[in-house]
T-cell receptor, first 117, second 113 residues
Framework: NAGVMQNPRHLVRRRGQEARLRCSPM?????VYWYRQLPEEGLKFMVY????????ESGMPKERFSAEFPKEGPSILRIQQVVRGDSAAYFC???????????????FGEGSWLTVV | AQSVSQHNHHVILSEAASLELGCNYS??????LFWYVQYPGQHLQLLLK??????LVKGIKGFEAEFIKSKFSFNLRKPSVQWSDTAEYFC???????????FGQGTTLQVKP
C-alpha cells in the first residue's frame, strides 16, 4: 500500500515563476492537508481539502497561494509569482476521515522542498 | 486558539541516557495529542498518539508519553536512547472534528555514540 506520494521532491524556481506541488493521498483516503515547514520552524497548517472542496484554508497566505483536490488526480498546491520567502518544505498529509478518532491517523508524505533563487 | 509549545529546541544526550521532551498545549476542549519523529531527510512518522483512556501511551521504538490534563502537558519519554534516535521530534495537537494538526516548533535530538 503506497504511502502519501509527493512530487517533485525538490523544486527550484526563480523569483516570479510559478511552483506547482502535487500530492497523491494514500489509497482510500479522501482528506488531504498541506503543511509548510520554514527553516528552523515547526510545521504550519495551510489548508485542508476533501475531494473538490476546500474545508479549511485558514493557514493559507491571502495572495499567490491556492490549492485544489479535484475529483480525479492529485491535490495541487500552487504558488504564483514565488518570492524568496516561499522557500520551504511543503508536506502533504492524508487521512481516511476528517475527524480524528481511534484508528484514524494522518499520514505524511516525504515533502517537497521548494527553493526560490 | 490552539497552540503547542516545546520547551527544548536542541537536546544532546549520550547513548543509554534517559530522555524527556516537554510539550505543553493550550486548548479549551477535548484534544487529541501526537508525537511525530522526522529522521534526517525523511517524512514525519507517527511515534504515538493519545485520544482517550489510559493517559500513559506507549508508542513505537520504546517511546512513551504521559498526558497530564491538569498541566496541559504531553511529555515524551524514553528510558535509554540510542544513536539511531537522532532526529527531530514534533508534538502536535488536534482539537475539534477536523484532522488539522497544530505543531510545536520541534526539538532536535542528537545522541552521541
Amino acid at each position: 500500500n503506497a504511502g502519501v506520494m509527493q512530487n517533485p521532491r525538490h523544486l527550484v524556481r526563480r523569483r516570479g515563476q510559478e511552483a506547482r506541488l502535487r500530492c497523491s493521498p494514500m489509497k482510500g483516503h479522501s482528506h488531504v492537508y498541506w503543511y509548510r515547514q520554514l527553516p528552523e520552524e515547526g510545521l504550519k497548517f495551510m489548508v485542508y481539502l476533501q475531494k473538490e472542496n476546500i474545508i479549511d484554508e485558514s493557514g493559507m497566505p491571502k495572495e499567490r497561494f491556492s490549492a485544489e483536490f479535484p475529483k480525479e488526480g492529485p491535490s495541487i498546491l500552487r504558488i504564483q509569482q514565488v518570492v524568496r520567502g516561499d522557500s520551504a518544505a511543503y508536506f502533504c498529509a492524508s487521512s481516511r476521515q476528517g475527524a480524528e478518532s481511534s484508528g484514524n491517523t494522518i499520514y505524511f508524505g516525504e515533502g517537497s522542498w521548494l527553493t526560490v533563487v | 486558539a490552539q497552540s503547542v509549545s516545546q520547551h527544548n529546541h536542541h537536546v544532546i544526550l549520550s547513548e543509554a541516557a534517559s530522555l524527556e521532551l516537554g510539550c505543553n498545549y493550550s486548548y479549551g476542549g477535548t484534544v487529541n495529542l501526537f508525537w511525530y519523529v522526522q529522521y534526517p531527510g525523511q517524512h514525519l512518522q507517527l511515534l504515538l498518539k493519545y485520544f482517550s483512556g489510559d493517559p500513559l501511551v506507549k508508542g513505537i521504538k520504546g517511546f512513551e508519553a504521559e498526558f497530564i490534563k491538569s498541566k496541559f502537558s504531553f511529555n515524551l519519554r524514553k528510558p535509554s536512547v540510542q544513536w539511531s534516535d537522532t532526529a527531530e521530534y514534533f508534538c502536535a495537537v488536534n482539537g475539534g472534528n477536523t484532522g488539522k494538526l497544530i505543531f510545536g516548533q520541534g526539538t532536535t535530538l542528537q545522541v552521541k555514540p
